[in-house]
């Protein structure tokens, strides 16, 4: 006997993460996801960021990685809340974990909270964490081809931070016609360049992420 | 990989619906038919290494599993066949 189901799975998932959204919008907290690959960049990213709004903003961290707290080590000078969730080899973060980490501090206490996903260019796309922005970190060292390769990933992306540009030029890629390949995948992206390592580079994006963070704050409800 | 994950949500969303007609999950579940949505990442092979592994044991176990693929975004179960 058949039966129908007609149901999709991923609701599993969608649901705690609109159940986060929903904490994250009530407290008026901006919640990012950063997203790439390994090495790419985003606890450079992180570290310089973080001591950028420092002197405006509270912020926590969510560090996920397969194994070892050496990220979350890094970000400690901060003395924020850094939550470390090891996925024991598990490519991705999925809601709950959220979920889980955001019981470890006081949101009230916070502004902004960034989530560290594990580094991986296909599995985090598929998973919505509750945030309201993902970031994607792409590192042009990566290779010019990988947004074509990684399509999902470029497309679901708020932000595209193009890193490491100051290597463009060892590496013989055409910063402009990487730009053009994202934006045809995804019309809609803010694409900034940046060396995370540079704070001079990051004016653009941390003048965004500020006027994000004010919106959250005004829009709590 | 995140092919377990999804097959977890998949065992679950079928353990949830046949409760509701069968609530000791005593039937066999013969066949499961899965639609593969756009621009999901989602790999066949991988899929049936987790969710065998998953179900072993349990009313799902050797299920024939059958896909499809659909424009619409997810990861879909759209029916069981169930032993009478």
Redesign the interface.
Known sequence: MEIKVLKNVMIKNSAVGNDNRRLFNSKGVLAVNIVSSPGAGKTTLLENSLGLIASKYKSAVIEGDLYTSRDAERLQKFNIPIVQINTEGGCHLDARMISGALKEFDIDKVDVVFIENVGNLVCPSAFDLGEQTRVLVYAITEGADKPQKYATMFKTANVVLVNKTDLAQICDVDLLAVEQEIKELNPQALILRISANNSNTLKDWICWLEGKIESSKKSKN | ??E???A???F???SE??KE?YPALDKKVTKATFAI?K???VMRDSFDFYFCELTKGSFLEDAELVYDYVE?E?????????E?
């Open positions: 990989m995140h377990a994950k999804i977890e949500y998949a679950a969303v079928i619906t046949l007609k949505g621009p999901f990442t619409e997810g990861f879909f179960v759209v029916s069981v066949d169930v009478t």
